[in-house]
């Protein structure tokens, strides 16, 4: 079974950059839709990011600032940040499945999170 394991979170201002980066362990790899989420205190886990197949999908509160990116050969999925809004705040968590879904529930594997707090 993959594990996953996050990093690249941080303390950033209102309009930097961050990429997160999720190492997965085990085999198979590839095989997996690989999804970014993000939880923010007392909100539920949103769907931010993920790629499936050959195609990729973004989250509308974050289209057209986040892209998702993986290689195969590293076993690693990015989620490059850009233009970081307060309201991005939040623990971000990558996930693994068999297929695309948009709903935290849909996945059985997770990484531990790695938080982004943007604040001037």
């Known amino acids: 079974q993959v594990q996953l394991v996050e990093s690249g979170g941080g303390l950033v201002q209102p309009g930097g950059s961050l990429r997160l980066s999720c190492a997965a362990s085990?085999?198979?790899?590839?095989?997996?839709?690989m999804a970014w989420f993000r939880q923010a205190p007392g909100k539920e886990r949103d769907f931010v990011a993920a790629?499936?197949?050959?195609?990729?999908y973004i989250g509308g509160s974050v289209k057209g600032r986040f892209t998702i990116s993986r290689d195969n050969a590293k076993n690693t999925v990015y989620l490059q940040m850009n233009s970081l809004k307060p309201e991005d705040t939040a623990v971000y968590y990558c996930a693994a499945g068999n297929i695309l879904a948009y709903y935290s529930v849909s996945y059985k594997i997770w990484g531990q999170g790695t938080q982004v707090t943007v604040s001037s």
């Open positions: 790629w499936s197949g050959d195609k990729t």
């Open positions: 085990g085999r198979a790899f590839s095989t997996y839709t």
